[in-house]
């Protein structure tokens, strides 16, 4: 099954943008759904942004908490999702958390995480 690795958290001043970044890799033959989740210290998870690939038709999905604000992108021969946030606020403070959806090369289904990368917002 593939592997996610995260990059891109961070601190930043209220108002500030990060980019994060997510690659899978390993035994993938295919990924249908990329995303992101968030957990804040206390909270639930969250799903954050969510990107899903039809054929040649990708269906996007936010949180109404960060509509206008983030935006999430794939790049399909990378196996990459991103995640551009901006105007980040103090309440996007959490670890974030890519996800993947797909199939091996066998063609088993395969639902994956990464460990996640900080990202911290102060006024």
């Known amino acids: 099954q593939g592997q996610l690795v995260e990059s891109g958290g961070g601190s930043v001043q209220t108002g500030g943008s990060l980019r994060l970044s997510c690659v899978a890799s390993g035994n993938i033959g295919s990924i249908n759904t990329m995303g992101w989740h968030r957990q804040a210290p206390g909270k639930q998870r969250e799903l954050v942004a969510i990107i899903r690939t039809e054929g040649d038709t990708d269906y996007l999905d936010y949180a109404d908490s960060v509509k206008g604000r983030f935006t999430i992108s794939r790049d399909n021969a990378k196996n990459t999702v991103y995640l551009q946030m901006n105007n980040l606020k103090s309440e996007d403070t959490a670890l974030y958390s890519c996800?993947?959806?797909?199939?091996?090369?066998?063609?088993?289904?395969?639902?994956?995480w990464g460990q996640g990368t900080q990202v911290t917002v102060s006024s």
């Open positions: 996800l993947a959806r797909g199939r091996t090369r066998a063609g088993t289904l395969f639902a994956n």
